[in-house]
């Protein structure tokens, strides 16, 4: 729509000027490509953006624009003129509702699709999570690290610690919304050297989880293909609401930041800090940044044990 | 310490901020010598970048001597005392892209990689003072930096050169530089620059440098033009003339060979349309590319021909000519510039004399100046090139 609207209005100008009524109108020679160049902003936004609900709402404000454009129009015209304006205006205020409704609709459909987790907690349900990256590094070195399970929380952001407790056995706590803990135990029940490790909780887990991380030499001879599969079993309750709160924000950027910090710690050793987010794999921390100024050593000393 | 800031929206401040700390074991902190500020730096003070904030330290041109390294900075590679140019681009040394030589594509150097990656598609390497979508990195503008990863980056400088001779290797040198380099410039090339600002001047100088047969400047400050005339290059003055019959007449109706794009998003143009087509874009909040001089040098560029851009876009842009692109079998090269890749050899052509990057540096003033110097550089008052502060 916006796309033919657009095309239409800056391939032709004058035939859409004469049409509209307003073709005796200096300003109109300008705005009238002006609104086509908008209607193609808006196609470009709607055909690649993710967060559509926000172009269609820039459609109805540039609607708006017209009809406000259109009204002026309006004021200062008699005779033929202002009956062809009075036709195109009506036409307008019929796409804006259109475009109103779809605004409406896609910030509805947003909703909704954002948060899944929080949604399906109130029932209880599963989450199931994927990520891959490639990692300048041989599949054995890879593996090595990642076997070690008390490695998991140098990158895993919502991991407070992982403590082996046997050979295939460890113990996990991670660090749940409003100041509580989400703490269980795990083992591995496969695992394939410099291939694969899968493991999953046991006993009585505030969450079950399972997940599955295959080690794959990239094309390129010198790199790692890590792909994860992480399952949640969101339970209801409380507890569920928290932890689907908890992950359900944005759950697939915070697996993509956690293998992004995993790559750092491999290639480069540690965690990379910038002024803006300064503490390293702690991503909640992230958003909403502070500005790109260096720490005080009071915020050094409160970050330590944050 | 004292510090440029981003105060919003067509607004700098120097302010005093805390100084900067290690916070990575292959950091440096370097006490800056010289600092100079950018066309790109416009793009964020006139809010065409986001994720700034208020008090986030500008400046990403700037060197000086390192006062502190952290512990996993490798001493056969940077120690305190040694006296560096600072890349803009934060590239770690290990990852792939590093590996490939393209630094400014490191995959490793943005903590804010999810951001850029929404943006962009994949992210891109950390950029000192240039927004959280590159990584938030304090800038350069200050009375000190933190360098990350000082170990891969940053440039000795063991001769006695001047500051105003490699200051420049840190930005707007390899940048012009890398645009010849894209054009694979041959013998009886014409080369056209878009932009006759700093990049587009090195641009020139090294389209010349790599043998191209004629350069042609493009630009509507006639002291930016004249100040190409004078190094030897053939001025165009797109407010006087209509740019591609000016540039067809000047090739014998062929195009130049090769076109450089070092205008970027912020592009202006003499039509009135075309200026009030800007603001109801940015009324409407979509993408503010401005692409007109992209635009121009793919429609005059000859057949065959290849379209370099080194001009900084941010977002999405709408008429992009691909007709013209495909039908006449059109290269387009592009990219941050990989600085790392360029110092060391253009360190050797300025130590050769080849290039004299000083020739550019129209202003020098004290950081505490910095505001007045945003100004004097935005509003192309007395006419200013390039400016160099002193910390
Ligand atoms: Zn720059
Ligand atoms: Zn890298």
Known sequence: MSLGLGVAQLAAPETVRRISGVDDSLTSRAVVPLVGARELVHAAGLLTSRRKSVWAWTRVAGDAMDLTALGMALAHRGGRRRRRLVGVTGAVVAITVLDLLTAVQATRTREIGSVPALRRSRKGGSMELTATTTIRKPASEVYAFWRDLENLPTFMAHLEQVRATGDRTSHWSAGAPFGTNVEWDAEIIDEAPGERIAWRSTGHADVPNSGTVRFVPAPDGVSTEVHVVLVYDIPGGAVGKAVAKYFGEEPHQQLDDDLRRLKQVLETGEVVRSDGAPWGKRARKEFPQRPAQPLSDAELAKGADA | ?391
């Open chain 2, 1 to 391: 310490m004292r510090a440029n800031t981003w105060a919003g929206r067509n607004k700098v401040e120097v302010r005093d901020v805390p100084d900067p700390k290690i916070l990575n074991k292959r950091d440096a902190i370097v006490r800056i010598t010289s600092t100079a500020i950018c066309g790109s730096d416009l793009h964020l003070v006139n809010g065409y970048v986001p994720t700034m904030q208020d008090g986030d330290v500008m400046g990403h041109e700037f060197m000086g001597e390192v006062i502190e390294v952290g512990p996993g900075v490798d001493p056969d590679r940077l120690r305190v005392g040694d006296r560096v140019v600072v890349p803009f681009p934060i590239a770690c040394g290990a990852c792939a892209a590093c590996a490939a030589e393209m630094y400014s594509c490191c995959e490793n150097s943005n903590p804010n990689a999810g951001i850029a990656e929404k943006m962009f598609g994949h992210p891109v390497a950390g950029i000192f003072g240039y927004s959280h979508l590159t990584g938030g990195f304090a800038g350069g503008q200050a009375q000190y930096a933190r360098v990350p990863f000082a170990d891969v980056g940053p440039l000795k400088i063991e001769s006695d050169l001047s500051d105003e001779q490699v200051l420049f290797l840190s930005d707007i040198l390899p940048t012009g530089y890398m645009g010849a380099e894209m054009c694979d410039i041959r013998p009886s090339d014409v080369v056209a620059v878009w932009g006759a600002g700093p990049v587009g001047q090195f641009a020139m100088d090294s389209a010349r440098v790599l043998g191209a047969a004629k350069v042609i400047a493009i630009d509507k400050e006639p002291y930016r033009l004249e100040m190409a005339e004078r190094a030897g290059y053939t001025p165009v003055n797109f407010e006087e003339v209509d740019v591609r019959s000016r540039l067809l007449e000047l090739t014998g109706g062929r195009g130049p060979d090769k076109c450089i794009d070092a205008v970027g998003l912020e592009a202006t143009h003499g039509s009135a349309h075309i200026a009030a087509y800007d603001r109801v874009k940015q009324a409407v909040r979509s993408e503010t590319e401005r692409p007109h001089a992209l635009r121009q040098a793919i429609m005059s560029c000859r057949s065959g021909g290849v379209v370099s851009v080194i001009g900084v876009y941010g977002g999405l842009m709408d008429k992009f000519p691909a007709g013209a692109w495909m039908n006449r079998a059109l290269t387009l090269r592009t990219g941050q510039c990989h600085v790392q890749r360029y110092m060391k050899p253009l360190l050797q052509r300025i130590e050769r004399g080849e290039i004299d990057p000083t020739r550019i540096i129209t202003h020098t003033m004290p950081l505490d100046e910095a505001e007045r110097g945003f100004d004097i550089f935005k509003n192309k008052q007395d006419n200013c090139e390039k400016i160099v502060l002193k910390p």
